[in-house]
């Protein structure tokens, strides 16, 4: 298949959409009570079911369930989810260097409890300001610590240790940190870190400006997700497709560079509710005219459902519809054959505000079967009309298999 192919395939991930039901939406999830009449009478026309993006016995991060979404097995080739960011940052891992993601977070009761592990969303300016203030200090350690979007930093460990455990800051909000500290090969020296990171950030102008805004401040450090360089097949050699990657967070930038996938930058694309939806959709149908496959992932509901915040869970749902799904529905209309999977990597549910690998909902939908003139249905797309449909993928990484209908 070459880059002129008549088919055009597009993969949509709503990071971390799928939810569980509400009681202060009478028992429906966040996607039931959010209007979404895109994905309805997408889901209407295609077929729906249920994938495990997560394989058994791993932990249900968005860096697996990217992972198997973009059509790979995560036992096979994940080996960690800051190598994936270190290769979106531009940053060549020897063989036996170790990358470590760093989060700008905020810690309450004297540091001892993780409040938010995103800095209350602390922006890419005032982060770079703030993170600046720890690179002379790794230094001192023979580590490199290169900013990065938002809360989102990466760590280079050359020679690093492989024994190291470490802990997702979004896995125990309002939790002590104590038990969720770093431990094994290394951990005196992320600990150190994390330590310094108190005194040099106690008193940054940029904490008091946040402070007197009533925003958290980023007080501390929180490296976790290390591994070392995978080795990954491009899809280019798996399939013969050309293609691109549009998102905001280098997570996913990374495992699309490592999948043979062109990066497209797109100015205010932030991994929040602000982000530049139509950016975004202009510049994935901009690819379709020289490339095969688009892959667009949108991580502003994942980020609300960590919130805790049902509305904002409600609304990056209806923006993902309004402002991602209807328009690159209309733009593949200048392409004569396309296929589309619409899938979220994982559950964010908005009660416990951590992942789940539960399966998640899908659709699979052929332009053979779209019209786009056809009335909504009373139906919507659900997580409880996918488990309905009775369709099961095992393993969400043969997904890409049923899109480019190669088994």
């Not at 054959?337 to 908005?350: A, E, F, G, V």
């Amino acid at each position: 298949m070459s880059s002129d192919s008549e088919t055009k395939y597009v993969i949509l991930v709503p990071d971390g959409m799928a939810d569980l039901p509400m009681p202060q939406l009478d028992g429906a999830t966040p996607l039931k009570a959010a209007k979404t009449p895109w994905m309805d009478k997408l889901a209407a026309a295609g077929e729906v079911g249920l994938a495990r993006t997560v394989p058994e016995g791993m932990d249900p991060g968005s860096d697996i369930a990217n992972l198997s979404i973009m059509g790979y097995s995560p036992r096979q080739a994940y080996t960690g989810r800051a190598p994936f960011e270190a290769a979106s940052m531009g940053i060549t891992l020897l063989p036996s260097d170790v990358a470590f993601r760093v989060n700008l977070v905020t810690l309450e009761r004297n540091y001892t409890v993780m409040s938010d592990h995103s800095a209350d969303h602390i922006s890419t300016p005032e982060a770079h300001d703030i993170i600046s203030e720890m690179v002379p200090i790794a230094e001192q350690f023979g580590l490199a610590i290169v900013p990065g979007v938002s809360y989102r930093n990466l760590l280079v460990w050359r020679d690093g240790p492989e024994n190291c455990v470490t802990h997702a800051p979004h896995d125990f909000p309002g939790e002590f940190i104590a038990t969720k500290l770093p431990t094994g090969d290394g951990a005196d020296v992320l600990l150190r870190l994390i330590i310094k990171s108190w005194r040099l950030f106690e008193n940054h102008p940029v904490n008091k400006r946040r402070k007197r805004r009533g925003q958290g401040p980023a007080n501390s450090v929180w490296p976790w997700g290390q591994g070392r360089a995978p080795r990954i097949r491009t899809l280019k050699q798996r399939f013969g497709i050309s293609g691109s990657v549009v998102a905001a967070v280098d997570l996913v930038r990374g495992i699309g560079k490592y999948a043979g996938l062109d990066l497209i930058d797109v100015p205010g694309a932030t991994g929040y509710l602000d982000t530049n939806y139509q950016g975004k959709v202009d510049a994935a149908l901009e690819s379709l005219k020289q490339k095969d496959f688009v892959f667009l992932h949108v991580e502003a509901p994942d980020e609300a459902g960590h919130s805790g915040q049902l509305d904002l869970k409600v609304k990056a749902i209806e923006d993902f519809d309004e402002k991602v799904v209807g328009p690159i529905l209309t733009g593949l209309q200048e392409f004569p054959k396309w296929r589309i999977l619409l899938m979220p990597d994982h559950h964010t549910p908005t009660i416990t505000r951590v992942h789940s690998s539960d399966p998640v909902p899908f659709i699979l939908l052929d332009s053979d079967k779209w019209d786009p003139a056809a009335k909504e249905p009373e139906v919507g797309f659900t997580e409880e009309k996918a488990a309905a449909s009775g369709k099961f993928v095992e393993d969400a990484s043969k997904m890409i298999e049923l899109l480019l209908q190669k088994n």
